[in-house]
Each structure stands twice: as C-alpha cells, then as structure tokens.
C-alpha cells in the first residue's frame, strides 16, 4: 500500500493549492479527485467557464452597441456564434486544467483518479472509474471537496430548461426569456452573459436587493446599471413553484403584499447558492464531524475532530470563493511543517464579475453601524475620471470608509470598470493598516482608474477630492 505524509480528496483551487505548498514543504504529496480534470469547480465549471463567457459576450455587446460610436464600422450584420462561444470557453477551461497536471506533475505530487473516502481517520480508499479499489494511507489529510449547486425543496432540476450555472455555461442555443431564481453573484454574471447575447432576463430575488452580503450602495448601483441594460427585476418575491410544461417553464412567486406573480420563460436558472459537499466521504469513519449546515465543522487552524484530518474551501464555513479556498489551502500546508500562518477573513475581498464589475473588502456601512463604529466616507464617482471617459466606463464609484477618529481604512467598496483588479491595492492598504490618509498621498498613474481609489480617500480626508 503506498503512503504519504499527506493525502488530499478534491482538486479544486483549495486542494491543488494545498497539494503544492505541501510539496514545496517537503511531504510525500497524493490528491485524489473524482473527475478527469483537475481543478474542481472553479476551473470546470466556475470561476473560469463563467470568466470566459463574460467576456465574450462583452465583446459581442461591444461590437454591436458600442463599435460605431468609437469610428469602428463592421459591414453587415454581427452575429452570436454560440457554438463557437462555448468551444472557446471550453478551450480556456481544458488549457487551465491541464495547467494544473502540469503543475502536479511538476512537483511530484500523486495524483489518483477516483472517488475518495474514508477507511478509517489515516486510510483512504479510491474507488476507480472501473469499479477497483485501491487503498492509501496518510499521516495526515485534507478534505477539499468543495461544494455543488443547491436548490429548492420543491424544484426540480431537470438540467435541461430547469438549470444550475453548470447547465447554463453550456446551452445549445440562446433562451428567448430566462427566469433566474437568485440575485447573487452567479445568478447576475450568468444573467448578463445571456442578455448580452439577446434574451429577455428576469431576476426572482427572495431578498429586497440584489448581492445582499455587499453593501447596499453596491447593491443599488448594480441594480441602476443593470436595469439599464434592460434586465428586470423582482425583488422581495418568494418563488413557491417552478413547472415546466413543453419548453415553457413557468415560475410562480408571492410578491411583498403577498400576492401571486407568474414569470413564463422557456429557461429556469436556479442559482440559490451552494452546499457543502460531503456525499461518498464516509466521514464518520475518520470520526469527522459535520456541523449544523452540513459543513465540515473545523477550529481556528481548519483542524476536524480527527486531530490528523484538515478540511478546506467551499467545504467548510466561510464565503465560497476559489481565493478563499486557496489561503485556507496554503495555510494548512504550513501548518504541518510546522509554521504559524495565520488568515485574515475580513481581507478576503468578495467580486462580482459583471460589469461594470463590483468589488468589496472590509467592512460595509451596514456592518460598521451595527457595531457602533464611527466612520467617515469618501465616495468619488468614475465619470469623473478622464480614463472612464476614454472608455465610455461612466458607472460606478469607489467607496471608503474610515475610522471617524484614527483614519484606518476600515472597509471599501467599489464598482466600475476593472474594479475587480483595483480592489488588490485596497486589500494591501488594509493589509498594512493604511489610513485613508495614507492612500490619498500614494501617487497613481494617470490616467487610470485607480485615480477614483486614490480621489476616495481624498473625499474621506477633509472632504479633498480633486476632480469633482
Ligand atoms: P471545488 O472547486 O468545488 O473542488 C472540489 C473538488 O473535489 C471537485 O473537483 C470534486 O469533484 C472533488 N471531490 C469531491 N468529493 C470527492 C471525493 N469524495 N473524492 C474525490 N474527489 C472529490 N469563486 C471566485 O473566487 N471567483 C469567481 O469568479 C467565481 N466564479 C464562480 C462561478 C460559478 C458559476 C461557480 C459555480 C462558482 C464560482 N466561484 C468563484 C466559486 C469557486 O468556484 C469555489 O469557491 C471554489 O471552486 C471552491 O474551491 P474548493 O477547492 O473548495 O472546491
């Protein structure tokens, strides 16, 4: 039986990062994954699918609303190859993943094909496509099986018309109307993809806003923006019923005063979030304790109640994000060669991938009021910037918030072009305990959008934003 120092079931951005740091560190390194490819749900079937749709229907929105303006004429008509979409995103998808092999390869970790789960607390048995066994140990183990989407107790999802994000990075054609169940991050990336492309896109949202863990001045400035791309809205509708009949699918909501609302579409995106996934881990066997969500329940150091197992990622409680699953990743990795690494979660920036995209770390103004913290906000808005004029990026703002007496930067929230890269000079601000005042000295170049973080932190400083 071969053996190793550690041993990791699941290959998603938490598993293979963990696999290497481990490697790096000097352990006998196996990760065991159930599917073909490497990389999990982020590289298969979410961050980068998702990313790689994005922009390709961006290009596409361009091309036909935006071409002429900037002196770009296309004789005849731009159409949507969607076949041709989907064939390059999935090119993306297998170059990233063999990336990952590469990289496995590289530094001599072990890789198994097979579904992982526990014999005992240091005895994992891989069950291969072919039905064999085959059984290793390990001192010590990470469990990185990551998450799958979730769903109502009464829909059915039937994968083809009745959808999850995984179905919906892979249509056949373009839907005439779809119906998404779920205002979050991957129900308005997916949404926009498909409005681009030409549907009709209606949003069911149980909360009364859109991206409700953000800040609302994100929430309502996404949902200005979107509207204004012509996306429609329901707010504050709890769906009670989705039916399919032929190819229309009809989704029945009770609105705010409690009245009955039916949305007809002939696709259903079901994107209400995601859950933990243990199945086939046979965790009790290692004496692995879920919690009450379903989660592996872990301490400070994501240590299990099996003192040699670690869980990581979208398994465990927590935002559900590749970057956060790779830092709990790494940080396992040093603690078994003995190091003290440490996360903190408040700088685990959150993004949205539409655009203009939305950005966030730290705390918002809802979470900074109820803990009865005094803070001061500068907010300059993006049209004021020369580079969003030349890009005709007018939306949006940055967002500071600060401590009213020291000055730290205690939160900042952004949306606007490429928000998602220029939260990272916010995140290291953060990191180093910046004040507002502190940003606002930092030369930035020009013209770039990072002025807005910069002008910010002028306005949270004396009211001393330059360009408005
Ligand atoms: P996963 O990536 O889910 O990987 C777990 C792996 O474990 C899977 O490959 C699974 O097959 C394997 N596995 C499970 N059980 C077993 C077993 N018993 N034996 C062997 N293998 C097993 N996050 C971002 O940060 N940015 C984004 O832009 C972003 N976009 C997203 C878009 C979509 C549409 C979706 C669905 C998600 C997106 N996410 C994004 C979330 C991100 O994908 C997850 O947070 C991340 O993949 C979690 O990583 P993980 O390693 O915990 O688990």
């Known amino acids: 039986m071969s053996s190793y120092d550690v041993a990791i079931i699941g290959s998603g951005p938490g598993g293979y990062v963990a696999a290497i740091r481990c490697a790096q560190l000097g352990m006998k390194t196996a990760i065991i994954e159930k599917y073909g490819t490497l990389g999990g749900t982020c590289l298969n079937v979410g961050c980068i699918p998702s990313k790689s749709l994005l922009d390709s229907s961006h290009h596409y929105e361009d091309a036909v609303k935006h071409f002429s303006e900037h002196g770009i004429d296309i004789p005849g008509e731009i159409k949507v190859n969607l076949e041709q ?79 999850t994000s995984t179905e919906a990075l892979e249509l056949k054609e373009i839907p005439k109307h779809m119906i998404i169940i779920g205002g979050g991050v991957i129900g308005l990336e997916l949404g926009q993809v498909y409005k681009r492309l030409g549907a009709e896109v209606t949003v069911v949202e149980y909360m009364d806003r859109i991206i409700p863990g953000m800040d609302s001045a994100l929430s309502k400035e996404l949902m200005k923006v979107m509207k204004k791309q012509k996306v429609k809205f329901a707010l504050s509708h709890k769906v009670k019923s989705v ?63 099996a003192s040699n197992i670690y869980a990581i990622g979208d398994v465990v409680r927590g935002a559900m994000l590749a970057h956060k699953a790779e830092e709990e990743g790494t940080m396992v ?25 939305v950005a966030a770390v730290g705390k918002t103004e809802e979470e900074l009021k109820e803990a009865g913290i005094e803070y001061k906000v500068g907010q300059f808005p993006m049209r004021a910037l020369g580079r969003s004029r030349a890009s005709m990026d007018l939306d949006g703002f940055v967002k500071i918030l600060a401590d009213k007496k020291t000055d730290e930067v205690l939160g900042v929230h952004m949306i606007g072009a490429r928000c998602a890269d220029l939260i990272a000079e916010a995140v290291t601000a953060m990191e180093f305990r910046a004040s507002a005042e502190d940003i ?8 770039t959008y990072a002025e807005a973080v910069k002008e910010a932190a002028l306005a949270a400083t004396g009211d001393r934003a330059l360009h408005v």
């Open 85 to 163: 979409m989907i064939a390059r995103k999935q090119g993306v998808v297998d170059q990233t993943c063999a990336g990952v092999k590469f990289l496995m390869d590289k530094n001599k970790i072990e890789v198994f094909e097979g579904l992982g789960s526990f014999k005992d607390a240091t005895h994992i048995n891989i069950k291969k496509n072919d039905g064999k066994i085959e059984t290793i140990a390990a001192k010590n183990i990470i469990i990185a099986t990551g998450s799958k989407p979730s769903t109502l107790p009464f829909i059915k999802i039937d994968k083809e018309r009745i959808i």
């Open 333 to 357: 990795a040093e603690i078994l060669a003995g190091q003290k690494p440490h996360i903190d979660y408040n700088l685990i920036p959150g993004v949205v991938y539409t655009w203009p995209e």
């Open 440 to 447: 606002s000295r930092m030369s930035h170049s020009h013209p």
């Open 243 to 305: 039916e399919r009949k032929g190819n229309e699918i009809i989704v029945k909501a009770d609105d705010k005063k409690g009245q009955e609302i039916v949305f007809k579409g002939d696709y259903c995106l079901v994107s209400v979030g995601r859950r933990p996934y243990t199945d086939s881990l046979n965790a009790e066997a290692a004496g692995v304790k879920l919690d009450h969500r379903g989660r592996v329940a872990v301490n400070d150091h994501m240590q299990t109640s």
